[in-house]
T-cell receptor, first 114, second 114 residues
Framework: DQQVKQNSPSLSVQEGRISILNCDYT??????FLWYKKYPAEGPTFLIS?????DKNEDGRFTVFLNKSAKHLSLHIVPSQPGDSAVYFCAASARIQGAQKLVFGQGTRLTINP | DSGVTQTPKHLITATGQRVTLRCSPRSGDLSVYWYQQSLDQGLQFLIQ???????AKGNILERFSAQQFPDLHSELNLSSLELGDSALYFC?????????????FGPGTRLTVL
């Protein structure tokens, strides 16, 4: 039962262009959504988050959009830079059985081409 | 550097054996989470401890157990190992089980079961 899905295992974008990473979820109890970035041989690092009461959050080159009716969120990176090449995980948070739990998607490998 | 440390970095062992993975959270963080990442899979939540007590359980096998000690470091014990247990095991920590639930990840322990 994959509650958080990232349907694109990989994405390739030209440097300077916009990268759009997508994520779908099924559980309407999720109240917070996060994006993590992971480089090889390192643990994931937090990138940006959004509360379910908002539809957009922006931090520099990174913007996350949330469409609750479609149970869909996306991460926009503009302009894309070579250092953005990494695996991006979407995660959703909900209080389940009395504790806040994070559920991760499978990840999307983003490659920025010079 | 997230401030979360994990040892060992790599572990190679045989089927049927038992291993212990260790995690030291960021200074001041009370919550510790364990995740498993198998090949081409997303992060699967295993278990969470908060200030020494088990707080939430995910997809953790009965052969696996964990604990958090008074100094807040945590250990994940994996026994009767099978080939399918080969994976990256991440530990993460957070100050509390907050709504935003931003977690700080360690670099991971790569377990190979031969």
């Amino acid at each position: 039962d994959q509650q958080v899905k990232q349907n694109s295992p990989s994405l390739s974008v030209q440097e300077g262009r916009i990268s759009i990473l997508n994520c779908d979820y099924t559980n309407s109890m999720f109240d917070y959504f996060l994006w993590y970035k992971k480089y090889p041989a390192e643990g994931p690092t937090f990138l940006i988050s959004i509360s379910s009461i908002k539809d957009k959050n922006e931090d520099g080159r990174f913007t996350v959009f949330l469409n609750k009716s479609a149970k869909h969120l996306s991460l926009h990176i503009v302009p894309s830079q070579p250092g953005d090449s990494a695996v991006y995980f979407c995660a959703a948070s909900a209080r389940i059985q009395g504790a806040q739990k994070l559920v991760f998607g499978q990840g999307t490998r983003l490659t920025i081409n010079p | 550097d997230s401030g979360v440390t994990q040892t060992p970095k790599h572990l190679i062992t045989a089927t049927g054996q038992r291993v212990t993975l260790r995690c030291s959270p960021r200074s001041g963080d009370l919550s510790v989470y364990w995740y498993q990442q198998s090949l081409d899979q997303g992060l699967q939540f295993l278990i969470q401890y908060y200030n020494g007590e088990e707080r939430a359980k995910g997809n953790i096998l009965e052969r696996f157990s964990a604990q958090q000690f008074p100094d807040l470091h945590s250990e994940l014990n994996l026994s009767s190992l099978e080939l399918g247990d080969s994976a990256l095991y991440f530990c993460a920590s957070s100050l509390r089980t907050s709504v935003g639930n931003e977690q700080f990840f360690g670099p991971g322990t790569r377990l190979t079961v031969l």
